[in-house]
């Protein structure tokens, strides 16, 4: 009886575990984005984030959040028919995960004309030329390549 207790103990645990360490999002949200091309999923537009939670709880799959404000939503662990038979109202694209570096820090930047104040993805002359500063979220693809390669 006493081992009985002790498998409900740790279950109770592991719950409460599980609850604590996915920070406040679901266990079927994923944050991170995919690092290789069989991890990409399906990319659906016009998706809000309660529809994607309701259908990854019904379906159980895993999503990702891309743009909450322009309901922007990545699906994984599901085909592209039933996807777009549980969404009609969803454009669905497959996600891409490429593998060259899309920038390299050394090449890249633009020189302003004048001292005119900073308007847009570019490098004016007084600031430095680290695109992983206006860019932070290619990090997250490892898509910055650092000086020197």
Same mark, same amino acid.
């Given at each position: ?74 699906? +994984? ?20 995960? +490429? ?16 001292? +005119? ?33």
């Amino acid at each position: 009886m006493k081992w009985i207790s002790k498998m409900a103990r740790m279950a109770i645990v592991v719950v409460f575990l599980f609850n604590f360490v996915s920070c406040g999002k679901g266990i079927t949200e994923m944050m991170s984005a995919p690092k290789t091309q069989d991890q990409a999923g399906l990319i659906a537009s016009c998706t809000t984030k309660a529809q994607a939670v309701a259908l990854s709880e019904s379906a159980g799959i895993k999503f990702r959040m891309i743009n909450e404000k322009r309901q922007i939503v990545e699906f +994984y662990g599901i085909s592209p028919e039933d996807l777009a038979r549980k969404l009609p109202k969803s454009k669905l694209r497959e996600n891409k995960v +490429y593998k060259e570096k899309i920038i390299a820090l050394g090449d890249f930047g633009a020189q302003s004309v004048g001292d +005119y104040p900073f308007y847009g993805a570019h490098t004016p002359k007084y600031r430095n030329e680290s695109s992983g500063r206006y860019f932070s979220h290619l990090g997250q693809i490892d898509a910055v390549m650092p000086h020197g390669e």
